[in-house]
């Protein structure tokens, strides 16, 4: 069994930036993929993005309302990846959660669905304030 904690969230003005940290027990996140959802009051989880290493290379892949103001980091630490968020805006308030699996897909999308993760965390509140 694998653990994920999340930790690095808060209360941040729009414009402002915000690092989350996800550290796992139980696995490495070089030889398992790992993914950001988030879920604002009253709406389903959503991907965020996700971060895989094959072979050497980091992929990466993002959902359209966060690309270029969100990067996936992997850590030095092999059970660490961040969540940098720039120019924050306050519809990127929710709770932030970090995923991890120990399957490979075929397909950018498939890190995007929630039921490809089998490990999760226990979320971190992010608030961005007009």
């Known amino acids: 069994q694998a653990q994920l904690v999340e930790s690095g969230g808060g209360l941040v003005q729009a414009g402002g930036s915000l690092k989350l940290s996800c550290t796992a027990s139980g696995l490495t996140f070089t030889n398992s993929p790992g993914g950001w959802f988030r879920q604002a009051p009253g709406k389903e989880r959503e991907f965020v993005g996700a971060i895989r290493w094959i072979r050497g290379t980091i992929y990466s892949n993002y959902a359209d309302s966060v690309k270029g103001r969100f990067t996936i980091i992997g850590g030095n630490a092999k059970n660490t990846m961040y969540l940098q968020m720039n120019s924050l805006k306050p519809d990127d308030t929710a709770v932030y959660f970090c995923?991890?699996?120990?399957?490979?897909?075929?397909?950018?999308?498939?890190?995007?669905?929630?039921?490809?993760?089998?490990?999760w965390g226990q979320g971190t509140q992010v608030t961005v304030s007009s």
């Open positions: 995923a991890a699996t120990r399957r490979y897909g075929n397909s950018a999308e498939y890190y995007g669905l929630r039921t490809s993760y089998d490990y």
